[in-house]
């Protein structure tokens, strides 16, 4: 039994030995191809776009895109896609950058002991690049299988026995269809040739019409001219610019059968940019759809959809943050006096300075009385009137409202260029005021508080008529110009 039990062992690990070494034959089997690689970071074929007459890439299932180049007057390299009538407007850029992917190639591994083509994707290639040379010869590169580990994929080019990998772009990039290609590019409208933009949004119905001007280096100004004459602010701006020079996100196949469901049989908004000449550009979009507006134009044969990062909610923005939202906008170098009247008391405010109220020789008296009086802290109420009298706001609209002309509080700025406006406010309800701008109803009201609010020791909380009696209130108690804000905080009837 002993001898037996010596002889059991050797018997036992010999069959283990057995054992383990047809899996490890197996695994290799299964990983022959890996195992065989030879790592070789080389490039194994070059040709730059400007030696290529044409670059085509063919599926094993027969399908083909294909691009042939000329070259221009100027001498720059232009490329089209063939068999397609000039229906569709390529992006330059796009394949300038899928031709220098596919026309050159550098190796990340030599495989030395390949098995079968087929193995590889390669005996009938997954994908066949045909490039063809402006001296006339022609090479076929071949690309195959995806790797084991994901990255890379297999290659072979006509005549070279030799099998490649090369990064998984490469077959990537030809896999690429006409849509990839097609520029994004929808508008690109020269703003000095825009005379207005109509922006309608469903949801609240909101209309308006847009004027454009530019200044002598072509930069847009924009201004409400319809149903209120006002000027646009900066954000809002960003989004007229964004869609007179339109670039979209991607395109989506939508048949006439879908447009309810991408929401564009009554489009949530719409763009109208009317040219010098007439021509008008339609842009109609839907609401957001999983961060994409889906639309069309009509300069453009098909859908398109936008990111709505793009535009950071520039399409949802409130009327009033659309506009420049104070009654009157000026700096204190453009005026030289304001005047105001309510409830028979009424004020001269008289303004001085080349560049700010901040400089040192710059002068204001109300009514001929010097106004720069200061707090302990330095704020001069000459400064803090000025510009309460002009950031009074908008609180909102009423289009619709046809109010008598009849004021109960005026305000008129002079400018130094001899221009007048003068803003009137009739009574509305028992908290706001409609708006009257050089006798013409505005559109606009305001709130009490931006005319009568009294903000204690917060300058900058302040009505305008409260203001203006404020700023009276420390030129008559002054002690060696100095006159601090009173705690409390009340409200001045009006």
Not at 389 to 402: H, K, P, R, S, Y
């Amino acid at each position: 039994m002993r001898s037996l039990k010596k002889l059991l062992i050797p018997i036992i690990l010999l069959v283990a030995l057995i054992i383990a070494t047809a899996v490890g034959l197996k695994l290799k089997g299964n990983s022959a191809v890996e195992t065989s690689e030879t790592q070789a970071n080389f490039g194994f074929y070059n040709v730059s776009n400007a030696e290529i007459q044409n670059l085509s890439v063919t599926s094993k299932e027969g399908d083909n895109i294909s691009f042939s180049s000329t070259i221009d007057e100027s001498g720059t390299q232009i490329w089209t896609l063939d068999n397609d009538d000039g229906l569709i407007d390529i992006s330059q850029v796009a394949v300038i950058q899928y031709v220098s992917i596919l026309s050159s190639y550098t190796s990340t591994a030599i495989i030395s002991d390949p098995a079968a083509l087929s193995e590889y994707g390669l005996e009938t290639p997954d994908y066949t690049v045909t490039i063809t040379k402006t001296d006339g010869t022609v090479d076929n590169i071949y690309v195959g299988g995806i790797s084991y580990d994901g990255k890379n994929c297999y290659c072979m080019v006509e005549g070279d026995p030799a099998l490649y990998l090369v990064a998984i772009v490469k077959r990537e990039n030809c896999a690429y269809t006409v849509e990839n290609f097609r520029s994004t590019e929808i508008l690109n409208l020269s703003y000095d040739h825009i005379d207005s933009i109509e922006f309608i949004r469903n949801s609240d119905e909101l209309d308006i019409t847009i004027d454009c001007q530019t200044d002598e280096n072509g930069n847009p100004d924009f201004s409400v001219i319809s149903p209120f004459e006002r000027e646009t602010n900066g954000f809002f701006d960003s989004t007229l610019k964004f869609f007179a020079k339109l670039n979209v996100s991607g395109f989506a196949d939508i048949t006439p059968m879908e447009l309810a469901q991408y929401r564009l049989d009554e489009p949530e908004y719409t763009f109208i940019y009317t040219l010098n000449n007439g021509t008008a550009y339609t842009i109609e979009l839907s609401s957001n759809m999983g961060g994409f507006y889906y639309g069309s134009c009509n300069s453009y044969d098909g859908y398109f959809k936008i990111d709505t990062n793009y535009l950071e909610g520039g399409l949802d923005l409130p009327l009033l943050n659309m506009i420049d939202n104070d009654i009157v906008s000026f700096e204190a170098n453009e005026i030289s006096s304001i005047e105001g009247s309510y409830d028979g008391d009424s004020f001269v405010f008289d303004i001085n300075c080349v560049e700010n109220m901040t400089e040192a020789e710059a002068t204001a008296t109300l009514n001929l009385r010097n106004a720069y009086v200061q707090t302990t802290s330095g704020r001069t109420y000459a400064a803090f009137l000025f510009e309460n009298l002009v950031t009074i706001e908008i609180g909102g609209t009423d289009l619709n409202a046809d109010p008598e002309y009849d004021p109960v509080m005026t305000f008129t700025y002079f400018t130094k260029d001899y221009s007048t406006t003068t803003v009137d406010f009739t009574v509305r309800d028992t908290n706001s005021y409609y708006v009257f701008i050089d006798g013409e109803y505005s559109g606009f009201y305001v709130f009490a508080d931006e005319l009568f609010h009294y903000g204690g020791e917060d300058s900058y909380n302040y009505g305008a008529w409260s203001a203006y009696l404020l700023t009276q209130q420390a030129i008559d108690n002054a002690i060696n110009n100095i006159y601090d804000m009173p705690a409390e905080s009340e409200t001045v009837e009006g």
